[in-house]
């Protein structure tokens, strides 16, 4: 299975919303500096690869927030295991 194009989502993206339109992007993160890796695997992206690409598309970075991160979290696991779910 290949990984998504996530540049050419955000692209797509960006052309569908309207002038002045807000992405809201609620994703499970990965481990730092792991790229696509771990999307199929344990649907998981580091959260620097949707930024980057977004910028690239056109969007601007307005505000990111911790609010859903749990520090204890190692970023390790499928998404769907017991512990995270």
Known sequence: ME??????????LYRALKPDGV????????QPH?????????????PRVIISAALAAGFRLDARSDLL????????????AGPIR
Do not use: C, F, M
């Open 3 to 12: 990984h998504a194009d996530v540049p050419a989502v955000t692209q797509a």
């Open 23 to 30: 992405l809201l992007v609620i994703d499970h993160a990965a």
């Open 34 to 46: 792991s790229g696509i890796r771990d999307t199929e695997k344990l649907h998981r992206i580091d």
């Open 69 to 80: 991160r749990n520090p204890a979290h190692t970023h390790q696991l499928l998404v769907a």
